[in-house]
């Protein structure tokens, strides 16, 4: 079984649609991080957090939400979907030697 | 905002060809660069470098930073198609990668 898991895949949606976008961890990993990719941009970060109490903004956290529910699992909401967050958006946990192992990603459309 | 930049954008090779991957990046006082993997899916974990000038290798990977100049270098000998992907670079710093927008290897057969 994967260490990082995320649901949906795949997902299309419409603007204005309130949209929860999971990610669970097997790692027992503490710091979690949630990433939208673009093409021809890098993965720029939305929020991450260390533990459950301690949530942090990243560099593009406007239109995002995130809840920490446990140590293993982290979810992104997009309130109010609009159609430039359309992107493909990856879940990650970080190590003790700080590196960050991904999750297999989720596209999601919004049309 | 931390800048990096990575160079080329893209290339196209021929299998057993030898790659230079380059990022270049306005970070200072990072901890680590990490090198990542990218085909069509999650990037996978390529190398960490925390120290300049220690080369790490990985196979036919290998890899080296210069924290004084703000670079460092992907070299892939030996190419094969199997080598074909977007090689990203991130500076880490303050519990966060900064990653490069990649490079595009694309390895002929």
């Known amino acids: 079984d994967a260490d990082v898991t995320q649901t949906p895949r795949n997902r299309i949606t419409k603007t204005g649609k309130r949209i929860m976008l999971e990610c669970s961890q097997t790692?027992?990993?503490?710091?979690m991080y949630w990433y939208r990719q673009d093409p021809g941009l890098g993965l720029r970060l939305i929020y991450y957090s260390f533990d459950v109490k301690d949530i942090n903004k990243g560099e593009i956290s406007d239109g995002y939400s995130v809840s920490r529910q446990a140590q293993a699992k982290f979810s992104l909401s997009l309130e109010s979907a609009i159609p430039n967050q359309t992107a493909l958006y990856f879940c990650a946990t970080e190590g003790p030697s700080y590196e960050q192992y991904f999750g297999p990603g989720t596209r999601l459309t919004v049309t | 905002e931390d800048k990096v930049v990575q160079s080329p954008l893209s290339l196209v090779v021929h299998e057993g060809d030898t790659v230079t991957l380059n990022c270049s990046y306005e970070v200072t006082n990072f901890r680590s660069l990490l090198w990542y993997k990218q085909e069509k899916k999650a990037p996978t974990f390529l190398f960490m470098l925390t120290s300049s000038g220690i080369e790490k290798k990985s196979g036919r990977l290998s890899s080296i930073l210069d924290k004084k100049e703000l670079f460092s270098i992907l070299n892939i000998t030996a190419t094969q198609t199997g080598d074909s992907a977007v090689y990203l670079c991130?500076?880490?710093?303050?519990?966060?990668?900064?990653f490069g927008a990649g490079t595009t290897v694309t390895v002929r057969a």
């Open positions: 991130a500076p880490y710093r303050d519990y966060k990668l900064s």
């Open positions: 790692k027992g990993h503490d710091r």
